[in-house]
């Protein structure tokens, strides 16, 4: 499935957790199964809109021989 634009954040909430650019929090996106990584890659795209970034997936499993 194409994710692209999935997934939007809004900014006014996003500045209010994270109020500097090169914060030092962590953002970890939970998912229940990891294939393609395309949910991963779509999440880092509206994260990265705003100076953010995915650090991490939490999953409950993945495919095998699924290496991102």
Excluded: W
């Amino acid at each position: 499935m194409n994710m692209k634009g999935a997934f939007a954040v809004d900014p006014i909430k996003y500045f209010e957790i994270y109020p500097t650019k090169n914060s030092n929090s962590a953002v970890f996106l939970l998912d229940d199964l990891v294939t393609t990584g395309a949910t991963v890659q779509a999440a880092n795209s509206a994260l990265s809109a705003l100076g953010g970034r995915v650090d991490g997936v939490l999953a409950s499993c993945a495919t095998e021989g699924f290496t991102h």
